[in-house]
């Protein structure tokens, strides 16, 4: 049976009795944990959705189909399609609008409107899947320092309780670092996943940047030949 010292030295107990400065850092950062877990699993599911969705297309664009009837089929249900199919689509209907257009000699404009369409729709499936990368990063980098803020704070408070006591104790004191430990244990556990997930889903995004890039330039090159 554990005694009533080691239970008033439970985590709960040390941060139910901690200073109400420690306390409001504590909040701060189980909040910005929790926000941290909800980024983390929303950005897996998009980027595995994402990855999903560009396998799917590469497959149907390279299948030797009709890119006509291909484009036909994304520009009616374009929500439902993916971020490469989406920059198809864009360098496609410019392509289109173009070839209406067309007068002697303006092959090239052409081109350079579908490319310029491409760039444009790519920077914006990129940031969509860059967006809240930013938060985690941030979360990675402050959230230690902020625990450790709690710790210093802590620890000074635990040390000028010592002013009132005659005789100076480990078990006068224990408690008082114990809890501010306890800032520093938190600051961690929202930092290390948080900086976990942003590496992983950086390498994650720039392998699809590639992809995306790499598609955009094969298709222009046979754009440039229809355009002849």
Known sequence: MPSAASADMSI?????????PVQLIMLLLILVSI??????????????????RTSQFENDFWS????????????????????????????MTEFLKGRRNQVAG??????DGSRRAMRAAFQREMDSLESNLNFLASTG???????????????????????????????????GIAEALIATAIGLFAAIPAVVA????????????IRFESFVDEFLNILQRQAR
Do not use: C
Not at 12 to 20: F, K, N, Y
Not at 106 to 111: D, K, T
Not at 198 to 209: G, K, M, P
């Open 141 to 175: 980098s402050v959230s230690p320092y902020v625990g450790l803020l709690g710790t210093v704070w802590g620890i000074m408070h635990a040390f000028l309780g010592l002013a009132n006591v005659q005789q100076a104790t480990l078990s006068a004191v224990a408690p």
């Open 198 to 209: 942003y590496n992983r889903y950086t390498h994650d995004i720039d392998r699809l940047s």
């Open 64 to 91: 030797g189909g009709d890119l006509a009837t291909l484009h036909q089929s994304i520009s009616s249900r374009r929500t439902e399609h993916g971020a490469l199919a989406r920059i198809f689509d864009a360098g």
């Open 106 to 111: 303006e092959a090239a404009y052409v081109l």
């Open 35 to 52: 926000g941290s877990w909800t980024v983390i699993f929303s950005k897996h599911s998009a980027i595995k959705k994402a990855k999903q």
């Open 12 to 20: 709960l107990s040390l941060i139910l009795h901690a200073s109400l």
